[in-house]
């Protein structure tokens, strides 16, 4: 995939209040550039990603994007759009000032979920994209996908919800408001004098995330001390460390603290009269998937989605990984939706 920057010009007003001049958003294509002028017969696959990856989805979902994948970027016309207030270019607040260069940090406004969407739509039109055919997203990519599927309800085909749900859990938010502490807990973060501030409540929040994602099953199968006589267990401490490592050589503070609360901010019902009404207001044809041993998002989440979305369909994957079963399950997820993008019915081809 190829990776471009779209520059809006205008004034960005937020949902929590507060506005930026000019966005700056990145994203990734398949190499072949989108005719707009109607002659183009690939079907459009958008992927929404989730909480820290990027806009190039060939790089974090190898198994399912690319040539000859499941999203066959060589058939169809796949984008991703790096979130609003992510670390990898689109404006947020670790990206410098139009006036004097210098990371917004805590001054850029709040960011919802809403707001992120909205900023894909800004690409949307960019492209002259008329129709998503394969609209997708897990995690918070599916909160995306969920508001965008009830925001552009015609031009939204086809839906795949993974791993998600409609409306923010507190018990969602207590992990995110944790990890927010953790950031908090480290003194170098509210001084916000570079963007390596809270680096090692980075590490920390990304280990606290981390055993939400996954599950007590796959910790004990990939994590298990190779000696039955050790003394002092170390193998899952040294793997937390070098995956808080790995995130804080990556990313940032603060990026980290404005997508969390971006998360706390979904509400699919908010101003539309509930959540039943609002997902019984989508018309794409809708798939949901839940994983059995996800934590963050029990099945019963995605079965109420299901329920209220008419004529979704509703599928279970199984996996001893939790909530990164939708990184991990690849091949149960090609079979869920493969069916809708060889289905002709409402799509491009």
Not at 89 to 99: A, L, M, N, Y
Not at 147 to 162: D, L, S, T, Y
Not at 258 to 263: E, F, G, I, Q
Request: with cysteine; proline share 3%; hydrophobic share 40%.
């Amino acid at each position: 995939m190829v990776r471009h920057e779209y520059f809006h010009k205008g004034t960005f007003d937020f949902e929590a209040g507060g506005s930026v001049d000019g966005l700056r958003l990145v994203y990734h294509t398949s190499e072949a550039a989108y005719r707009p002028s109607g002659e183009d017969i690939r079907k459009v696959v958008w992927i929404c990603h989730a909480l820290t990856a990027n806009s190039d989805a060939e790089e974090w979902w190898p198994e399912l994007v690319g040539p000859g994948k499941l999203f066959d970027t060589d058939r169809y016309f796949v984008v991703c759009v790096n979130m609003l207030g992510s670390a990898y270019g689109s404006s947020g607040p670790s990206s410098p000032r139009e006036v004097g260069g210098e990371p917004y940090y805590f001054d850029f406004p709040a960011i919802t979920v809403r707001d992120i969407v909205r900023a894909e739509i800004l690409v949307r039109k960019h492209l002259g994209i008329g129709h998503i055919d394969v609209l997708v997203g897990g995690s918070i990519g599916g909160f995306q996908t969920l508001e965008w599927a009830v925001m552009e309800p015609e031009v939204i085909r086809q839906a795949v919800f993974i791993a998600c749900g409609a409306r923010v859990t507190p018990w969602l938010t207590a992990h995110n408001e944790s990890q927010r502490m953790a950031l908090e807990a480290d003194c170098t973060f509210r001084a916000a004098k570079s963007l390596k501030g809270g680096e090692a409540g980075l590490r920390a929040a990304r280990s606290m995330a981390l055993i939400s994602y996954r599950s007590y099953e796959g910790y004990n199968a990939t994590q298990a001390e190779d000696s039955a006589d050790t003394v002092f267990a170390d193998r899952a401490g040294s793997y937390q460390r070098y995956q808080g490592k790995k995130l804080s050589d990556r990313f940032d503070a603060y990026s980290y603290y404005y997508l969390t609360r971006s998360v706390d901010s979904h509400n699919l019902g908010r101003g539309r009269g509930g959540l039943g009404r609002a997902l019984g207001s989508i018309r794409s044809r809708c798939i949901v998937i839940g994983i059995d041993s996800d934590r963050l998002f029990p099945v019963e989440e995605q079965w109420f989605m299901a329920d209220s979305i008419p004529g979704a369909e509703y599928h279970v994957i199984t996996s001893r990984f939790g909530h990164d079963g939708f990184l991990l399950e690849y091949d149960q997820i090609a079979a869920i939706i493969a069916p809708l993008l060889d289905d002709r019915n409402g799509c491009a081809e």
